[in-house]
């Protein structure tokens, strides 16, 4: 277990380039097992959900290698075998392993998937969209002799049950259509991954259409990670720094006009933004799929609330995905909580010792430590290494007084 030991009060300053996005990465790679060959991925960042998944594809035969900034993924020869139950139950992005070996290898075991546990994370409509294109569920086990292409409708936005219908539907026979498809930018990243590896995939507004082929490796750029970035505008705002990052007004809009609305200055010149002054106004924050507020960068405003005129956060992708706030009010935040409604109050924060239970919990609570007077402990701080390539290095870049113990 690594703590986080941090002496907090001092406003920070300098500038952020966010590394590759994890919830892009991710699906990538598992695409990649799709792409009999070398594919070729720039910019992956070396966070904890990117090593367990190439561990996760190496079980199966892939051989990864990084050379500087390029990934090569080769999967060449890979046959199907359970991945390590170990490696699996880590990361939620393991889920992928369905649409990528059932997709190559006409099988894959759905075993329990690991991610941030702030409720349950059902996988129904994975599972649907895979049955409805052909495939047979025993148990932990979905099988597909065949794969054939169909219309696939969500009645509300998946990311990873989106994943793994592109991912299945790249390789059936035939036509697929996805309505009612994720739109956050990491689906659109796997798509153009898929297109350079053969993949025959158009994008209409109402629709995302595939014609399955076969797949040879592919090459992408993975995109910027807009939720780090968002992360770091929140730090900015809560310590009264002056930090900028280079990051997409556009990727960013929702999180942007909330902050903006409770009164912060928006600065954007040539894609690197700030955000500035102190927030009169309390934070509204209602969470929805892209292009909506994001749900992952929730838990890093509510210290944003607390140092200025408070605020309420409305989330409706993870209901209850507030297990951090108690965790913030050993930081002296003070809140109330009704369903999937936190109103937080102004509160005066003080130093504290605090447990990091998932990944943006951890963010909220280094944000938190970052501002209060003193010296803080963040336990459990490895979570807050699965998303945050380089943290404690960006951090102290920035000026923040951060060391890392075991
Ligand atoms: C992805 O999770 C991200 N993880 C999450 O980020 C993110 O919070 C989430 O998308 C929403 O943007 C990765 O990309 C690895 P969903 P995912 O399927 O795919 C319900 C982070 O901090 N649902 O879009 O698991 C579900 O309960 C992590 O980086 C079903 O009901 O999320 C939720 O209410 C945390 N049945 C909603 O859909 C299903 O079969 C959205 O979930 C699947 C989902």
Request: proline share 4%; net charge neutral.
């Amino acid at each position: 277990m690594s703590n986080l030991v941090v002496s907090g009060g001092a406003p920070l300053s300098g500038k952020v380039i966010p590394s590759g996005s994890k919830n892009s990465a991710l699906p990538i790679i598992f695409a990649t097992v799709l792409c009999r060959g070398v594919s070729v991925l720039y910019g992956v960042p070396d966070i904890t959900d990117v090593r367990v998944s190439l561990e996760i594809i190496s079980t199966l035969g892939a051989s990864c290698t990084r050379i500087g900034e390029a990934l090569y993924i080769d999967t060449s020869d890979m046959e199907y075998n359970r991945p390590p139950l170990s490696l699996v139950t880590r990361i939620r992005a393991s889920s992928y392993l369905l649409g990528s070996c059932v997709g190559r290898f006409g099988r894959a075991h759905i075993s329990a998937f690991g991610g941030c546990a702030f409720e349950n994370r059902p996988i129904d409509m994975h599972i649907s969209a895979a049955q409805r294109l052909g495939c047979t569920v025993w148990d932990d086990l979905v099988l597909a002799s065949s794969l054939v292409g169909t219309d696939i409708r969500f009645d509300k936005a998946s990311v990873g049950a989106t994943v793994n219908t592109i991912l299945l539907a790249s390789r059936a026979k035939g036509r697929t259509r996805i309505f009612g498809y994720a739109r956050e930018m990491h689906i659109m990243n796997l798509i153009s991954f898929l297109r350079t590896a053969g993949a025959k995939i158009t994008l209409t507004d109402g629709y995302i259409e595939i014609e399955g082929r076969t797949l040879t490796g592919g090459v992408c750029r993975i995109i910027p990670d807009m939720i780090e970035a968002g992360t770091y505008l929140s730090l900015s705002l809560a310590t009264g720094s002056d930090i900028s990052v280079v990051a997409s007004g556009t990727e960013l809009a929702s999180f942007l006009a909330a902050m903006v609305d409770g009164g912060a200055v928006l600065t954007d010149s040539g894609g690197e933004i700030a955000l500035s002054g102190s927030l009169s106004e309390p934070l509204r924050v209602t969470t929805a799929p892209h292009p909506g507020f994001p749900t992952d960068l929730q838990p890093q405003t509510a210290p944003v609330m607390a140092r200025y005129s408070g605020g309420e956060i409305i989330e409706n992708v993870w209901r209850s995905r507030f297990g951090y706030l108690d965790e913030l009010s050993k930081f002296g935040v003070e809140y109330t909580l009704m369903g999937n409604r936190a109103v937080i109050m102004p509160s005066r924060l003080h130093s504290a010792v605090a447990v990091a239970c998932d990944l943006r919990a951890g963010a909220a609570l280094l944000i938190a430590a970052l501002m209060a007077e003193g010296e803080s402990v963040i336990k459990n701080a490895e979570v807050i290494d699965r998303g945050y390539e380089r943290i404690i290095e960006k951090l102290r870049e920035l000026g923040a007084k951060i060391e890392r113990t075991e």
